[in-house]
């Protein structure tokens, strides 16, 4: 079984919420199954979230290239396309 991080065994440093927030939305839209682990420290006290590093290593490869749109709205959109282009192909048969 490959390694499981968290964003700050990735980074070195704490991640915070709103960064937590997008690579979780990211890994629903990826299908991808995480672990949690509970942490206590002074700055924080409760559950976070474990990726492999091969998914934090592609979620910040794909921020990179879409500069922090919002992923649900990427996914949408490429369901749409996806949609739009079964329904060009609809062949009619003699």
């Not at 592609?58 to 992923?71: M, P, Q, R, S």
């Amino acid at each position: 079984m490959e390694e499981m991080l968290s964003l700050f065994d990735y980074l070195g440093y704490a991640a915070g919420h709103e960064l937590g927030q997008n690579v979780a939305e990211y890994a629903k839209i990826r299908k991808v199954i995480g672990g949690v682990r509970s942490v206590s420290n002074p700055k924080y006290k409760g559950p976070v979230m474990l990726y492999t590093r091969e998914f934090i290593d592609e979620y910040f490869a794909v921020e990179k290239l879409f500069n922090g749109k919002d992923y649900t709205e990427i996914n949408t959109e490429l369901a749409e396309d996806s949609f739009k282009a079964a329904a060009v192909e609809t062949v009619t048969v003699f």
